[in-house]
């Protein structure tokens, strides 16, 4: 059974940095798409970024130009880079592998201080 797992969410001051990671505990991470989405409580999880087997990027408007999504398929990892941090990206933050079964992580908290 294929697992994720999140890491790197810390408490940040505005205008920082994070770099979250995900690594995926299948042998077939390089066929998939990779997505990162993010909750906050009493709201719906919403998407952030994905990854195509081929590099391909695309993010939600709130993100572009702050957020980089990336692979390391030698190490079946999924990264998140987070610059100039605002404290409405707090949220938990979901590793997602899209497929005919969509895979998700744990999470991992990001909490960005005004």
């Known amino acids: 059974q294929v697992q994720l797992v999140e890491s790197g969410g810390d408490l940040v001051q505005a205008g920082g940095s994070l770099r979250l990671s995900c690594v995926d505990s299948?042998?077939?991470?390089?066929?998939?798409?990779m997505g990162w989405y993010r909750q906050t409580p009493g709201k719906q999880r919403e998407f952030v970024a994905t990854?195509?087997?081929?590099?391909?990027?695309n993010y939600a408007d709130s993100v572009k130009g702050r957020f980089t999504i990336s692979r390391d398929t030698a190490k079946n990892t999924v990264y998140l880079q987070m610059n100039s941090l605002k404290p409405e990206d707090t949220a938990v933050y979901y590793c997602?592998?899209?497929?005919?079964?969509?895979?998700w992580g744990q999470g991992t908290q990001v909490t960005v201080s005004s």
């Open positions: 997602q592998r899209q497929g005919p079964l969509d895979v």
């Open positions: 299948g042998s077939t991470f390089r066929f998939f798409t």
């Open positions: 990854i195509s087997r081929y590099g391909i990027t």
